[in-house]
């Protein structure tokens, strides 16, 4: 197991007004995400717990994409990784940030 | 701190599908939010509040913010209900200590509120292979308790129903707990046992039981015997609102908890041991109980399979 944080700045405030979600499930190839406004509007952050080890400079690459392409301000993502492969991830990320858009 | 009630769960993107969504396929989430009416789950313990299991850590897993079930009420035909929903994908559902107390405050929850404004009944959506084999000693207390706290919201008068049809089945405790409950609805893919084939094959060797045989697993233990030798009362097409549906028919026609009852379903047992305790597989128990093609009875859609009628005795109402 291997667990560490990605830190970001989002251009802007996540939109919505959700305090939080949870999407997917910690299973073989899969990961759940936590999503939680808890943060300042211009800065986000994910915390990685993931099963397995040596794929941190991929996650860091998934991670810093999603910040760019979705600008989740104030968001801080949580997730129990299986072994997801960066795709999944990618999508899981974005399917908790698009739950946050809620009113 | 955030009001539980607001944590969005949403694997579908369309909430309003849910209710089509095939129940096999969702995740303890959506069968929950499909299987109530809209909007009304409030759920205990939320994934935010982060209870997870103390225990995975030394084994290198990673845990599950709600250690694999959610746990709640809401509303069900416009009545108050209980409900817990096992994740079968996270570690085969296996209850560990923190998701073991999950399910047990909530029967608990049950019984003490009992009453004019308890709930109406206990929805246990199961889908588990028993108890997680790194917190054992944890799992297995939690499921004898939850045993006894079944037979104590029944005897409140608040029915329990189990609710099987996910992957990992109801087996180990799982399938203990299943036997207990007022009311049991199975759909295609459940199993419901005690032993698992796997272990079976283990201890015993594969001419035993090959538990590859697919097959011959769902003829000893799956929805279908169980069904027709009255081991579940309800057998169910699979989407959530089919599980709705008959949750909602089944609530009412719960039997009482009382001595009659249990001697009632103990001669049905006994006598249903010595008129199939011989068979070696389902369609020879098909077969006695003069069901016309047993041989099929395995294949067949659901919609010929519902047309049966069942062995006389297994439509009993003496669970």
Same mark, same amino acid.
């Given at each position: 197991m291997e667990q560490?944080?990605? /830190?970001? @700045?989002?251009?802007? /405030? @996540?939109?919505?007004?959700?305090?939080?979600?949870i999407?997917g499930v910690n299973a073989s190839g899969n990961l759940e995400?936590l999503?939680?406004?808890?943060?300042?509007?211009?800065?986000?952050?994910?915390e990685v717990a993931t099963a397995v080890t040596?794929?941190?400079?991929?996650?860091? @690459?998934?991670?810093?994409?999603?910040?760019?392409?979705?600008?989740?301000?104030?968001?801080?993502?949580s997730i129990n990784d299986g072994g997801a492969?960066?795709?999944?991830?990618?999508? /899981?990320?974005?399917?908790? @940030?698009?739950?946050?858009?809620?009113? | 701190?955030? !009001?539980?009630?607001?944590?969005?769960?949403?694997?579908?993107?369309?909430?309003?599908? %849910?209710? #089509?969504?095939?129940?096999?396929?969702?995740y303890a989430?959506?069968?929950?939010?499909?299987? %109530? *009416?809209?909007?009304? =789950?409030?759920? =205990?313990i939320?994934p935010?509040q982060r209870v997870m299991s103390p225990h995975l850590a030394q084994f290198d897993l990673t845990g599950a913010f709600d250690d694999g079930v959610v746990v709640?009420?809401?509303?069900?035909?416009?009545?108050?209900? &209980?409900?817990a929903a096992q994740q079968g994908w996270f570690l085969g559902g296996a209850f560990g200590e923190v998701h073991g107390a999950k399910v047990l405050g909530?029967?608990?929850?049950?019984?003490?509120?009992?009453?004019?404004?308890?709930?109406?009944?206990?929805?246990l959506l199961l889908d588990t292979g028993g108890v997680r084999l790194q917190e054992a000693n944890a799992g297995e207390l939690a499921i004898s308790e939850i045993i006894?706290?079944?037979?104590?919201?029944? !005897? +409140?008068?608040?029915?329990?129903?189990?609710?099987?049809?996910g992957r990992a089945g109801a087996f180990g405790g799982g399938g203990i707990i299943?036997?207990?409950?007022?009311?049991?609805?199975?759909?295609?893919?459940?199993?419901?046992s005690v032993t698992g084939p796997e272990v079976i094959e283990t201890n015993?060797?594969?001419?035993?039981?090959?538990s590859?045989?697919?097959?011959?697993?769902?003829?000893?233990?799956?929805?279908?015997?169980?069904?027709?030798?009255?081991?579940?009362?309800?057998?169910?097409?699979?989407?959530?609102?089919? &599980?709705?549906?008959? +949750?909602?028919?089944?609530?009412?026609?719960?039997?009482? &908890?009382?001595?009659?009852?249990?001697?009632?379903?103990?001669?049905?047992?006994?006598?249903?041991?010595?008129?199939?305790?011989?068979?070696?597989?389902?369609?020879?128990?098909?077969?006695?109980?003069?069901?016309?093609?047993?041989?099929?009875? +395995?294949?067949?859609?659901? #919609?010929? &399979?519902? +047309?049966?009628?069942?062995?006389?005795?297994?439509?009993? *109402?003496?669970?």
């Amino acid at each position: 197991m291997e667990q560490f944080q990605v /830190r970001g @700045a989002a251009k802007e /405030r @996540a939109r919505g007004s959700r305090l939080e979600a949870i999407t997917g499930v910690n299973a073989s190839g899969n990961l759940e995400v936590l999503v939680e406004r808890v943060l300042p509007d211009r800065e986000c952050l994910v915390e990685v717990a993931t099963a397995v080890t040596g794929f941190r400079e991929i996650w860091e @690459a998934v991670i810093q994409e999603f910040f760019e392409r979705s600008s989740p301000g104030g968001l801080r993502f949580s997730i129990n990784d299986g072994g997801a492969r960066p795709d999944t991830v990618t999508l /899981r990320l974005m399917q908790s @940030a698009r739950l946050m858009e809620a009113e | 701190m955030t !009001n539980p009630a607001q944590t969005q769960a949403a694997n579908l993107s369309n909430q309003s599908q %849910l209710p #089509d969504a095939d129940w096999y396929e969702a995740y303890a989430r959506d069968r929950v939010a499909g299987l %109530l *009416d809209p909007d009304t =789950f409030v759920e =205990f313990i939320g994934p935010e509040q982060r209870v997870m299991s103390p225990h995975l850590a030394q084994f290198d897993l990673t845990g599950a913010f709600d250690d694999g079930v959610v746990v709640g009420r809401g509303r069900l035909d416009g009545q108050k209900v &209980f409900i817990a929903a096992q994740q079968g994908w996270f570690l085969g559902g296996a209850f560990g200590e923190v998701h073991g107390a999950k399910v047990l405050g909530l029967l608990r929850a049950a019984r003490d509120s009992a009453g004019k404004d308890g709930p109406r009944a206990v929805l246990l959506l199961l889908d588990t292979g028993g108890v997680r084999l790194q917190e054992a000693n944890a799992g297995e207390l939690a499921i004898s308790e939850i045993i006894g706290a079944i037979l104590e919201v029944r !005897n +409140a008068g608040v029915p329990v129903l189990a609710l099987v049809g996910g992957r990992a089945g109801a087996f180990g405790g799982g399938g203990i707990i299943t036997a207990c409950c007022s009311r049991i609805i199975v759909s295609k893919h459940a199993r419901v046992s005690v032993t698992g084939p796997e272990v079976i094959e283990t201890n015993k060797g594969v001419e035993e039981f090959d538990s590859k045989d697919r097959a011959l697993v769902w003829r000893v233990c799956g929805a279908r015997t169980r069904y027709l030798t009255g081991g579940a009362d309800r057998y169910v097409k699979g989407t959530i609102k089919d &599980f709705r549906e008959a +949750a909602i028919a089944l609530i009412p026609h719960a039997p009482p &908890f009382e001595l009659a009852t249990l001697k009632a379903e103990q001669k049905r047992l006994a006598d249903r041991l010595q008129q199939f305790g011989d068979c070696r597989d389902a369609t020879e128990i098909w077969r006695k109980a003069g069901l016309s093609e047993p041989e099929r009875i +395995a294949d067949i859609a659901d #919609d010929a &399979f519902l +047309a049966i009628a069942r062995p006389k005795g297994a439509d009993h *109402d003496a669970r």
